[in-house]
């Protein structure tokens, strides 16, 4: 298919933010200035004031002297670029590959996209009538090659198409210029009176290059077409992403859920074929007004399930807020992974782990509660008891260590220990009773010590001896003493967990 | 001829319950190695595919009903299944239900904040048909929240375990069971000092269809161990080496 791409220039770009900013200074005449080498220097005029004969580049001194009634605003540095990338983002509606073109333009590549409008010139109409309602007046052309379409509006008959290959016939009757020349080699084309690029288009290549340079004769190629050139997109473009424009612009929830299960089918669809699953998707919103919301969905595996990826969007939908109304749905998959063929099954085997149903119920789980409350434990090479079981979140994680079973451990472990009142016999015997949350629990049966080092390149403080007691109800419990049996000096004792 | 009554009356027993509305879970009876406890269940099957309610008063109580549990689920967990573990304010130390004969690793925890979200993923768990059981541990639970519950077993076949921790209110729930488990004091094997295997005062108060009563249950050579019944001669299989 032919690359068309789309320019468009905005001829009082600043001024007419300016304007949509400050509706009040439409009729004034006011130029935008920026100190330079001690004065200031005008670098945009108001409509108003360009026809009062000031200019571009002009010192703010002699603009005033044109008119006294002249309101001078700071200019910003960078602030052109950052309102074209803000109008960038805005085309993306038009299509996915949108590119800035400073000081003054943007460039959009609209292979495939104008047959979704009806045709290329309602599609530019379209695109011209948009931003003019926004404030801004716009000269726009499309064309195959980037080079052509930025010679249009700035050059040319707007707004205009040309047509597949018909660049070279619109460009006979363009100034040098419009090649995108420095302008030195534009200055020295006219002194030889060469006013259209027409006249000089015939001359041989080897005249062109010995007389203007390499450059002359790649930028004839870029406007041709013979040379490629490349757009740098604003956002790169995800290589799973499905769009969805709405003719009338969507406000309700059941409207949301009905794109976002058309858009999740059409992407599970050709998920499905590659027999990829996505691990993440991101849905974004354009508004009506410009601005975009989005959602965003984590999954623990891939998945290419529309039901159970709409479920997981599902909850999200109420947070959306659509005010005017969505223009556009954009369904991205930033993260995409192979999936794992599945074996299907006559029987419903309980598959542990393996489970898929598993695997989303998790999803479900962790998009209401959030990341971070559902886990697994894994054996871990450490004694220390807290250190013992490391935390997973992957479902499908394993380890080579094994459980150990040759040690005694208590079914539930208390997270911290919590200290006891104890009355122990002799050093490293198993205390006769011991006191917990007020009340005095008399050992019957004990078992221990079982000395349990604190591993010392990992942290610092005492051993723990471990004993294993049994009050007289029955009760089991796991109790350590810290550190040495010294004498005189009183004990810290502590309960650490139950055992069944 | 006694045989034979016995028999006549099981059946007319089962003709009963069928009467009274209770389905058999499908033909997936689970032996949980309960032995001669199995006879207070409807028609001698451990009810799956249910809400099991366990009431505990203190912490220590919570440690043998995790214990009574896993035993349940050594069983239920056979043939590879996994299970969800779901509480606000988890004590359950994974290593030690390898004594109970559950690879650790196979049990998903899930940590929320507030009781509400417990009983919320207990329901969402439950619809799983994947999963082998489903313990949540909260304090109190409704009429309403357990119904809602037993509803969603009732189509994925999922057995349920809440615990109640320290609960003092009992009130009427549409568990199928009530359980209470305490500790009793063990017994060191061969008169050797120190901690014997874990043994239980296990009562079950309520069973739907049931006839409730009190046993004596330990825990040994991987397998549930009625008092009174002969200890089995098979070594034990834990070696135990403290000291």
Redesign the interface.
């Known amino acids: 298919m032919a690359r068309r791409f789309v320019s468009i220039w905005f001829p009082h770009l600043m001024t007419d933010w300016l304007i949509r900013c400050r509706p009040a200074l439409r009729q004034e005449a006011f130029v935008l200035a920026i100190p330079d080498h001690g004065r200031m220097i005008v670098t945009a005029a108001s409509r108003t004031a360009q026809l009062q004969g000031i200019t571009k580049g002009m010192a703010v001194a002699d603009a005033r002297a044109l008119i006294g009634t002249l309101q001078v605003i700071d200019d910003k540095p960078g602030q052109s670029n950052r309102i074209l990338n803000a109008l960038g983002e805005w085309a993306i509606r038009f299509t996915p590959v949108t590119a800035t073109d400073p000081p003054d333009g943007l460039l959009l590549e609209v292979t495939g996209c104008a047959h979704l409008w009806g045709g290329e010139e309602v599609y530019l109409e379209e695109i011209v009538t948009r931003l003019t309602h926004i404030g801004y007046q716009v000269r726009a052309g499309m064309a195959d090659t980037i080079g052509a379409a930025w010679a249009i509006p700035r050059f040319g008959q707007t707004p205009a198409v040309i047509p597949a290959g018909e660049q070279m016939a619109a460009l006979m009757d363009m100034p040098p210029a419009a090649l995108r020349l420095e302008s030195a080699i534009c200055e020295r084309l006219m002194k030889l009176g060469l006013r259209q690029a027409g006249s000089f288009i015939g001359m041989p290549r080897t005249v062109l290059r010995r007389r203007f340079g390499r450059e002359m004769l790649l930028r004839l190629d870029q406007f041709t077409g013979l040379e490629d050139e490349v757009i740098q997109p604003l956002l790169p473009v995800e290589p799973y992403q499905e769009r969805l424009p709405c003719l009338e612009p969507i406000v309700t929830g059941t409207g949301i859920e009905i794109a976002l299960r058309r858009l999740l089918e059409t992407l599970c669809q050709r998920l499905s074929q590659e027999e990829k699953g996505l691990r993440s998707a991101v849905l974004k919103c354009y508004k009506v007004d410009g601005a975009i919301e989005q959602l965003e969905i984590g999954t623990g595996h891939p998945s290419h399930n529309t039901n159970h990826l709409f479920k997981l969007f599902e909850s999200k939908i109420p947070t959306i807020k659509p005010d005017l109304g969505i223009e556009l749905f954009v369904l991205e998959a930033p993260k995409v992974e192979d999936v794992r063929p599945l074996q299907e099954t006559f029987w419903?085997?309980?598959?542990?782990?393996e489970?898929?149903?598993?695997a989303?119920?998790?999803d479900?789980?962790e998009g209401?509660?959030g990341k971070g409350?559902?886990?697994?434990?894994?054996?871990a090479e450490h004694h220390w008891?807290e250190w013992?079981?490391k935390p997973v979140v992957s479902?499908h994680e394993?380890t080579d260590t094994s459980?150990?079973?040759?040690?005694?451990?208590?079914?539930?472990?208390?997270?911290r220990p919590e200290p006891i009142e104890v009355a122990a016999p002799i050093p490293d015997y198993p205390p006769m009773h011991f006191r917990y949350k007020g009340k005095v629990h008399k050992v019957?049966?004990?078992?221990?010590?079982?000395r349990i080092e604190s591993e010392w390149w990992l942290q610092q403080g005492q051993h723990r001896d471990y004993y294993?007691?049994?009050d007289?109800?029955?009760?089991?419990?796991w109790l350590f003493r810290l550190g040495h049996y010294t004498g005189d000096k009183p004990h810290a004792w502590f309960i650490h967990?139950?055992?069944? | 001829m006694p045989a034979e009554k016995a028999a006549i009356i099981a059946g007319l027993q089962r003709e009963i319950l069928l009467l009274q509305g209770f389905k058999q879970a499908g033909n997936t009876s689970v032996d949980m190695g309960l032995g001669r406890v199995t006879a207070a269940f409807p028609n001698a099957t451990f009810p799956t595919g249910a809400i099991h309610e366990f009431v505990s008063a203190a912490a220590e109580h919570t440690a043998a009903t995790a214990g009574f549990i896993g035993g349940l689920l050594n069983a239920l967990m056979q043939g590879g299944g996994a299970c969800i573990w779901i509480s606000t304010c988890r004590t359950l130390f994974p290593p030690a239900l390898k004594t109970f004969g559950i690879e650790p690793e196979r049990l998903i925890f899930v940590d929320l904040k507030r009781e509400k979200d417990v009983l919320w993923a207990m329901e969402e768990a439950l619809k799983c048909e994947g999963l082998a059981a489903v313990i949540g541990e909260v304090k109190d639970v409704s009429f309403t929240a357990s119904r809602r519950l037993q509803l969603a077993v009732e189509q994925s076949r999922v057995t349920g375990f809440i615990i109640r921790r320290e609960s003092t209110v009992f009130n009427t729930t549409a568990c199928v069971s009530r359980w209470r488990i305490t500790s009793l004091a063990s017994e060191p094997e061969d008169g050797l000092p120190g901690v014997g295997y874990p043994r239980w005062n296990v009562e079950l108060l309520k069973i739907r269809n049931g006839k409730p009563g009190i046993w004596q249950i330990e825990w040994s050579t991987g397998r549930f161990r009625l008092m009174d019944e002969p200890s089995s001669s098979a070594p034990p299989e834990l070696i135990r080496k403290i000291g």
């Not at chain 1, 019957?444 to 079982?450: F, I, L, S, T, V």
């Open positions: 419903n085997a309980a598959g542990g782990l489970d898929v149903s598993i989303e119920l998790i479900r789980l209401k509660t409350t559902v886990h697994r434990y894994l054996p008891p013992s079981v479902l394993k459980w150990r079973t040759d040690r005694r451990r208590p079914i539930q472990l208390l997270s019957k049966k004990a078992d221990g010590p079982e294993v007691v049994e007289d109800t029955g009760s089991r419990y967990g139950f055992f069944a």
